[in-house]
T-cell receptor, first 113, second 114 residues
Framework: GENVEQHPSTLSVQEGDSAVIKCTYS??????FPWYKQELGKRPQLIID?????GEKKDQRIAVTLNKTAKHFSLHITETQPEDSAVYFC????????????FGKGTHLIIQP | EAQVTQNPRYLITVTGKKLTVTCSQN?????MSWYRQDPGLGLRQIYY???????DKGDVPEGYKVSRKEKRNFPLILESPSPNQTSLYFC?????????????FGQGTRLTVV
């Protein structure tokens, strides 16, 4: 089955700086790559996703890039703000398989004032 | 309001006492799943269901049961809970087959087994 590795496990950045979280996946058939944000005590919520026919997708300060050849994808957050502090999970899926999403272990992003 | 609702939010129980965590969604989603979240291990899928009466094991199914008698409900059953099942549990639902679309999560159930 699919295996998703996520790095780093903890990331501390100064407010206003950029943050990058990286994930690799093992199944070359995977074609859907969402990112979820989980604030303390809350449920995970989708913040951005990308499909394998697209190399990059942006939504305001958030962007995701995908390199299918290398089987890795990354989340980029620019101009970080205190409300960006959370745990971020990447995930991968074959996009139609019954087994759904396989998640990475998560990155705890800390925004230092 | 479109949502996934889990109950209870918090539960403390003793080893061996059967319990059920309920999950209900009002979005008419076909796909539902259960995850457990443990520190350093991320979200791991326990069971999933592609439709009524269709369920299958995820990555960590041991010690759990599920049922899908109605489209909106997907309860998680622990027949004989053990301390290693102490965890934060999330139910999720997705349109379609589940893998290629957004998963909507419930608010979570924090279970402690003593």
């Amino acid at each position: 089955g699919e295996n998703v590795e996520q790095h780093p496990s903890t990331l501390s950045v100064q407010e206003g700086d950029s943050a990058v979280i990286k994930c690799t996946y093992s199944d070359s058939a995977s074609n859907y790559f969402p990112w979820y944000k989980q604030e303390l005590g809350k449920r995970p919520q989708l913040i951005i996703d990308i499909r394998s026919n697209v190399g990059e997708k942006k939504d305001q300060r958030i962007a995701v890039t995908l390199n299918k050849t290398a089987k890795h994808f990354s989340l980029h957050i620019t101009e970080t703000q205190p409300e960006d502090s959370a745990v971020y999970f990447c995930a991968a899926s074959t996009g139609g398989g019954a087994d759904g999403l396989t998640f990475g272990k998560g990155t705890h992003l800390i925004i230092q004032p | 309001e479109a949502q996934v609702t889990q109950n209870p939010r918090y539960l403390i129980t003793v080893t061996g006492k059967k319990l059920t965590v309920t999950c209900s969604q009002n979005m008419n989603h076909e796909y539902m799943s259960w995850y457990r979240q443990d520190p350093g291990l991320g979200l791991r899928q326990i069971y999933y269901s592609m439709n009524v009466e269709v369920t299958d094991k995820g990555d960590v199914p041991e010690g759990y049961k599920v049922s899908r008698k109605e489209k909106r409900n997907f309860p998680l059953i622990l027949e004989s809970p053990s301390p290693n099942q102490t965890s934060l549990y999330f139910c999720a639902s997705s349109p379609g087959t589940g893998g290629g679309t957004e998963a909507f999560f419930g608010q979570g159930t924090r279970l402690t087994v003593v």
